[in-house]
């Protein structure tokens, strides 16, 4: 029989008293928070770098707007890390598992790769030929997506259930500073080191500013070289390769459905759509604020300045809410947040070009999406098993992402055939499903549905 996750311990063990406001605070100061804060920006760094940040780099180079279109299927690597997660939670790599632990030195081979890849993205000129730069974004999606898998583990297995929600938002401020400078902070750089009048693209500029950001991954690899690898439970061995193979491919699923039963349906269709309404409607973001007259540097401030840090606030809040008052409680406030401040966007799409509403409505996103993610942070993380923790996370957070990024595929038809208010409404209204399976998960969750 496996052992119990820290929900199902909870649900036979006597309630424990809520955390003090003072204690849940002082959460913020311990050492496995404060190592979530810098791996958190570890695992922020490269995402950008191959998906947002690459496709403007590739369109000053002259890039067709079709071809940057299909390279952004580079990012699908992300969703399909739950095929290879088994291996990253069973699988001991030669010598540095001895020396280092399972998930220390995972974050390691991981954190190598996505410096390889960034080195190789650095020395590609996409005008000489893009298949080289493709294979070392390749390289560093797969990269950032094990970090992803072993990170999620390390985090899970370093504190108790109740103090999830302060690791899961230090592991996003972290993660949001560095999209700040995976995002504003590339452009900074390569435009620094261009040649003063001389027109058109410049490839030593963008060259620099990818060594600078594979050298920044060294927080992430200085952090998990000082830091003790968690407490795990001893696993006993496999007695052949059949048994192995059961126990790091099958096991983990089956684990989970064994534990919820038929209650994992519910689970699994509330991770599948608890972010819908904010992943259909940010793909369609960025072409609205061009076609409402903004700028790049009205966007490019708003967004990564007064949003990211209304996304930290947000995810402090919501962290702090989360032991104060239960993490179900701010999931479903997270989820009215979310599909409400949509509406906002409706509101800005009648408006047209209001610079102060632009700054109004991307901080109240911002601020809504930090709370809602917090939440579900720390829910996902109360559902794994701690012998299967990155298995069963990876599958969370992948099964997190296709249902809405299928859906946003076809956002540019229906903005097409109906306009943007009318989107912005249609988003927020995909938000209902979710109240109701928070609510329906909730209630499971008091007559002691997790045991």
């Known amino acids: 029989m496996s052992p119990p996750t820290a929900a199902e311990a909870s649900s036979t063990a006597p309630p424990e008293a809520p955390l003090s406001w003072r204690d849940a605070l002082r959460v913020y100061l311990e050492p496995a928070t404060l190592r979530m804060l810098a791996l958190g920006f570890s695992a922020g760094l490269p995402l950008l770098l191959v998906l947002g940040t690459l496709s403007f780099r590739l369109r000053e180079a002259g890039v067709a707007r079709t071809d940057i279109g299909y390279l952004s299927w580079v990012g699908l690597v992300y969703a399909f890390k739950w095929a290879w997660a088994p291996l990253v939670d069973r699988l001991p790599i030669p010598l540095f598992t001895r020396l280092m632990g399972r998930r220390r030195s995972w974050l390691l081979l991981a954190q190598a790769l996505v410096i390889a890849g960034l080195v190789g993205m650095a020395m590609a000129d996409p005008r000489a030929g893009l298949r080289p730069l493709v294979w070392c974004a390749l390289l560093v999606a797969f990269?950032?997506?094990?970090?992803?898998?072993?990170?999620?583990?390390?985090r899970i297995e370093s504190a108790e259930t109740r103090k999830q929600a302060a690791l899961a938002a230090a592991y996003q401020t972290g993660y949001r500073m560095a999209m700040i400078w995976a995002g504003a902070g590339v452009l900074w750089i390569a435009a620094w080191t261009e040649?003063?009048?001389?027109?058109?693209?410049?490839?030593?500029?963008?060259?620099?500013?990818?060594?600078?950001?594979?050298?920044?991954?060294?927080?992430?690899?200085?952090?998990?070289?000082?830091?003790?690898?968690?407490?795990?439970?001893?696993?006993?061995?496999?007695?052949?390769?059949?048994?192995?193979?059961?126990?790091?491919?099958?096991?983990?699923?089956?684990?989970?459905?064994?534990?919820?039963?038929?209650?994992?349906?519910?689970?699994?269709?509330?991770?599948?759509?608890?972010?819908?309404?904010?992943?259909?409607?940010?793909?369609?973001?960025?072409?609205?604020?061009?076609?409402?007259?903004?700028?790049?540097?009205?966007?490019?401030?708003?967004?990564?300045?007064?949003?990211?840090?209304?996304?930290?606030?947000?995810?402090?809040?919501?962290?702090?809410?989360?032991?104060?008052?239960?993490?179900?409680?701010?999931?479903?406030?997270?989820?009215?947040?979310?599909?409400?401040?949509?509406?906002?966007?409706?509101?800005?799409?009648?408006?047209?070009?209001?610079?102060?509403?632009?700054?109004?409505?991307?901080?109240?996103?911002?601020?809504?999406?930090?709370?809602?993610?917090?939440?579900?942070?720390?829910?996902?993380?109360?559902?794994?098993?701690?012998?299967?923790?990155?298995?069963?996370?990876?599958?969370?957070?992948s099964l997190m992402l296709l249902l809405p990024k299928f859906l946003a595929g076809y956002s540019g038809v229906f903005?097409?055939?109906?306009?943007?208010?009318?989107?912005?409404?249609?988003?927020?209204?995909?938000?209902?499903?979710?109240?109701?399976?928070?609510?329906?998960?909730?209630?499971?969750?008091?007559?002691?549905?997790?045991?």
């Open 195 to 397: 040649i003063a009048g001389t027109a058109g693209y410049q490839n030593a500029g963008w060259k620099a500013a990818y060594l600078v950001m594979a050298a920044s991954m060294v927080v992430g690899v200085l952090t998990v070289l000082v830091s003790s690898e968690p407490v795990r439970r001893v696993l006993p061995p496999a007695r052949n390769a059949a048994e192995w193979l059961h126990s790091v491919l099958i096991e983990p699923f089956a684990d989970f459905i064994r534990r919820y039963k038929w209650q994992a349906a519910l689970i699994l269709a509330l991770i599948a759509i608890y972010r819908i309404s904010d992943v259909v409607m940010g793909i369609m973001a960025n072409p609205f604020y061009v076609d409402m007259g903004f700028t790049k540097d009205e966007v490019a401030t708003v967004s990564k300045i007064y949003g990211v840090v209304m996304t930290l606030v947000g995810a402090f809040v919501g962290g702090v809410l989360s032991m104060r008052f239960g993490v179900m409680r701010v999931l479903m406030l997270g989820a009215v947040l979310s599909a409400g401040s949509n509406l906002l966007f409706a509101w800005l799409a009648m408006r047209g070009h209001d610079l102060g509403l632009l700054i109004f409505v991307v901080s109240a996103d911002n601020l809504a999406g930090g709370i809602a993610s917090a939440a579900f942070i720390a829910y996902l993380s109360s559902l794994t098993n701690i012998s299967y923790s990155a298995t069963q996370y990876a599958l969370f957070s």
């Open 415 to 451: 903005v097409d055939a109906y306009g943007y208010s009318t989107f912005f409404v249609a988003t927020a209204a995909l938000g209902l499903p979710v109240l109701v399976l928070v609510a329906l998960a909730a209630r499971w969750q008091r007559v002691g549905g997790s045991g």
């Open 143 to 154: 990269g950032s997506a094990t970090q992803d898998i072993a990170l999620d583990a390390f």
